[in-house]
Every structure is written in structure tokens, then in C-alpha cells.
């Protein structure tokens, strides 16, 4: 199995690739992936594969909050946005 190619930690200016979900009406919520830990082949066998994220909700206050998340949760709740190339052939996003 190939390692991710999305390893290192970017700025969140820079960020791999963006997901937002409209779940605060106006104002949804947005992620923005920084960091992954594995392939996406194996990320697709393990439902606690995560990602290391940056979010921005109504309710963060225009601020980023830092953390992982499942990349499950993200995928299933969100829409792709916007992305690297490279990101958008490996997630065929």
C-alpha cells in the first residue's frame, strides 16, 4: 500500500482540499484538510481513518478551530469544494 501523499501539515491558507455543509442555514460549515494520515486506499477499509482539519462555523465566530476528525464524517456531510489536482484524482472528487 502506497503512503499518503498528503502527509504534511499545510497552512490553513493552502489547505489540500475543501469541504462545506449547509447545516447552519446562511452560514454552513467548512473544513479545510491539512493533513491526512493514510492512502486513500486505506483509508477506504478503515472506518476511523481521520484527517487533520480546520473548521469554521457561525458558531467558531469567523475563527479556525484545529483538530482530526474522521474523514468518514467529513465525506458524508459535506460536499468536495475545491481541491488540489492531485487530491481530486486520488478522492475521484
Known amino acids: ?24 442555514g446562511e452560514g454552513g460549515t467548512v473544513w479545510r484538510v491539512l493533513k491526512t494520515y493514510k492512502h486513500s486506499e486505506a483509508e477506504a477499509n478503515d472506518p476511523y481513518a481521520r484527517w487533520f482539519v480546520a473548521g469554521k462555523s457561525p458558531g467558531t465566530y469567523g475563527s479556525w478551530e484545529y483538530g482530526d476528525m474522521y474523514a468518514r464524517d467529513i465525506k458524508s456531510y459535506a460536499e468536495f469544494v475545491d481541491g488540489d489536482p492531485q487530491w481530486r484524482d486520488e478522492y475521484s472528487v
Not at 503512503?3 to 475543501?18: L, M, N
Open 1 to 24: 500500500m502506497p503512503r499518503t501523499s498528503f502527509g504534511k501539515t499545510r497552512p490553513v491558507d493552502q489547505p489540500y482540499a475543501e469541504y462545506a455543509a449547509n447545516n447552519w
